[in-house]
Nanobody, 124 residues
Framework: QVQLVESGGGLVQAGGSLRLSCAAS????????MGWFRQAPGKEREFVGS????????YYADSMKGRFTISRDNAKNTVYLQMNNLEPEDTAVYYCAAARVRTTISADSLYNYWGQGTQVTVSS
């Protein structure tokens, strides 16, 4: 069992940066691949990126490459999403998720645990 709590969301101007954190409880975190997703109002949930259990491998949606970076600290049971050069189109609720696999995955149906989400709003 893994419980996830996101933090770090807020209001930022276009071009700015935010770092989201996802704190996990439960022994399974250090052997779980982690993912970030987002959902904008009226839109489907969208894959942002994923990181393997060790942090040695990451995978991003094409539209996030170069602006978003996922990292993790297994000693702190925390995964991060660094977002740079934010655009109004990045406005969404951002969720972290944990999967009972070790490799990066993009399909939300393969994730077993989800956080409650944190709101990110980018103003123009």
């Amino acid at each position: 069992q893994v419980q996830l709590v996101e933090s770090g969301g807020g209001l930022v101007q276009a071009g700015g940066s935010l770092r989201l954190s996802c704190a996990a409880s439960g022994r399974a975190f250090s052997t779980s691949a982690m993912g970030w997703f987002r959902q904008a109002p009226g839109k489907e949930r969208e894959f942002v990126g994923s990181i393997s259990w060790s942090g040695g491998s990451t995978y991003y949606a094409d539209s996030m490459k170069g602006r978003f970076t996922i990292s993790r600290d297994n000693a702190k049971n925390t995964v991060y999403l660094q977002m740079n050069n934010l655009e109004p189109e990045d406005t969404a609720v951002y969720y972290c998720a944990a999967a009972r696999v070790r490799t990066t995955i993009s399909a939300d149906s393969l994730y077993n645990y989800w956080g409650q989400g944190t709101q990110v709003t980018v103003s123009s």
